[in-house]
């Protein structure tokens, strides 16, 4: 299948011999389907970098360990911001070249590791311009939230029982919104690796995408959720399983170094195989309404 002309358009190829393309849109469980064959086509060629990018985030948890027992000087701090600026850039470089990996296996080109880690190094300043326009977003919307919740616990003892109630309503006030948001905007990240878009027009494609269908994107997004909740079911057992981490608030360090990455050789490309099935899903459709409506219009 080729894709509809435009700004960082390529043509596609047919798929692999595990994915087979979508040729327009689906229904959910085709849409879950492809995301599965896509994962086993791909896992393979993507493990390795799904590992070390979870491997990049070892030391933050492992010096908070040691920050807690050591107080770091306020002239330290500026080092440990730029530290966890740093991992955090490698972070994304990773999840870039993940998902050009994971694209290429898609189109039934994979690219080798070096030309993703490329893409994901080349993308990286607009990986992160994108990122903070999402955050500054998603941060001024928490706002109204945050006035509600902190109102709600002035009120606390005065309400009673139905402190519960408000408490309830205060977290749809805080989570409400931002959610809305995040399905408009999740498929940023995908666009500028993708199509190749700069930090707004990435996002604004999104948006595009998502028109329309915004409640069906929701649910497969919450569908992933739910596909992904035993992770944190297996957290929850370590932690269970290790009453010092209650107190220290800290993980085991093997779960950083070993346990982590481990699961993330499975987990990221299980899930960005499946957001991508979604994110072709919604190309299509909206390269089949586009095209509809020039037809129309040359009629």
């Known amino acids: 299948m080729a894709a509809s002309a435009g700004p960082g358009r390529r043509r596609l190829g047919r798929g692999s011999a595990l994915y087979q393309w979508p ?9 879950l389907d492809g995301g599965f064959q896509l994962f086993r086509a791909c896992l393979s060629k993507v493990f390795v970098l799904a590992g070390a990018a979870s491997l990049v985030t070892a030391p933050i948890n492992l010096v908070a360990r040691y920050m807690a027992r050591n107080p770091p000087s306020l ?28 694209d290429s296996v898609a189109r039934g080109a994979p690219l080798p590791m070096r030309d993703s880690l490329s893409i994901g190094l080349r993308r990286l300043p607009i990986t992160f311009l994108s990122g903070l326009v999402f955050t500054i977003g998603a941060a001024l919307l928490l706002i109204p ?21 408000a408490f309830l309503v ?13 399905v408009w905007l999740v498929f940023g990240p995908s666009a500028v690796i993708i199509e190749r878009l700069g930090p707004i027009e990435s996002l604004s494609y999104s948006i595009t995408i998502v028109r329309g269908h915004w409640w069906r ?9 739910i596909l992904f909740a035993p992770l944190v079911v297996v957290e929850g057992i370590i932690v269970a399983l290790n009453p010092s981490v209650l107190v220290a608030g800290q993980l085991p360090w093997y779960f950083d170094v070993i346990v982590g990455p481990l699961v993330s050789m499975v987990g990221l490309p299980l899930m960005y195989s499946l957001l991508l099935s979604i994110y072709y899903d919604l190309r299509s459709r909206h390269d089949g309404g586009d095209l509809a409506a020039r037809i129309a219009a040359i009629a």
Do not use: D, E
Request: charged share 5%; glycine share 14%; proline share 6%.
């Open 23 to 31: 040729t327009g849109p689906q229904v959910i469980g085709r849409v």
């Open 75 to 102: 002239t330290a701090y500026p080092a440990i911001v730029s530290g966890l600026l740093g991992i955090g850039l490698l972070v994304a470089a990773f999840n870039g070249a993940i998902i050009a990996r994971v």
């Open 145 to 165: 939230g945050l006035i509600v919740i902190v109102s709600l616990l002035a009120l606390a003892p005065r309400l009673g029982p139905a402190a519960v109630l």
């Open 170 to 182: 205060g977290a749809t006030v805080l989570l409400g919104p931002v959610s809305v948001y995040a």
């Open 217 to 225: 994107t929701a649910v497969l997004l919450t569908m992933l959720g």
